[in-house]
């Protein structure tokens, strides 16, 4: 498969794509932020954090942009409280893991930027077809599996590093899990299993 394997699906996007829409101004295009958390490559420190939001205010926040913050099981405490401090009430910062809160900013979101730690949420992200970009942060080791799994996905046409500018692309939305299981069955079927 091209990318991790994850759970998400479009029909399960698109079934609770509203579950935040009361938390939102309607009147503006909505950019997605999904926080993954330290792992053995990167660091969250907040002066990490704090580029990665001023490269969304400076690209989206000025551009009229509403802002939702979605965490992961990983996400420091701190980082969201960092979070919600940074951008106040006027964006939506979701303090806990909420799966349908998740599912509702892929769905919303014009744009979706997730953090360079997790292969899996650029991933789920790459199921919807729309534009993701990847925030990166300075790693503390080698991170060669990382830069492999960046360059397949530049390659795909799904990711772009969140430098200075916003710029839109298209592409047909990653559902490898489908395509594996589709792949899976027909083997079974063939070979008598089932």
């Not at 991790?4 to 295009?29: F, G, M, P, R, W």
């Not at 660091?43 to 992961?72: A, C, D, G, M």
């Not at 979701?94 to 998740?102: C, F, L």
């Not at 046409?157 to 990653?174: A, C, F, M, P, T």
């Amino acid at each position: 498969t091209k990318g991790a394997i994850h759970y998400l699906n479009t029909q399960e996007i698109n079934e609770n794509k509203n579950y935040l829409s009361n938390k939102i101004k309607s009147e503006k295009e909505i950019i997605a932020l999904i926080l993954g958390g330290p792992n053995n490559y990167y660091k969250y420190t907040k002066r990490n954090i704090e580029n990665i939001f001023l490269k969304i205010n400076e690209n989206f926040i000025k551009n009229n942009f509403q802002l939702i913050v979605i965490p992961s099981i990983r996400t420091p405490k701190d980082i969201i409280k960092f979070a919600n401090e940074y951008y106040g009430k006027d964006h939506l910062v979701i303090n806990e893991v909420d799966k349908r809160a998740y599912l509702s900013a892929l769905g919303l979101s014009k744009f979706i930027v997730v953090t360079c730690d997790s292969s899996s949420m650029i991933s789920e992200a790459a199921i919807t077809g729309k534009p993701v970009y990847v925030a990166q942060m300075k790693n503390k080791r080698s991170i060669h599996r990382f830069e492999n799994f960046y360059k397949l996905f530049k390659d795909l046409g799904i990711i772009r590093n969140l430098d200075d500018k916003i710029e839109s692309w298209n592409y047909k939305g990653l559902d490898e899990v489908n395509i594996a299981a589709t792949l899976v069955k027909e083997k079974m079927k063939k070979n008598g299993i089932i």
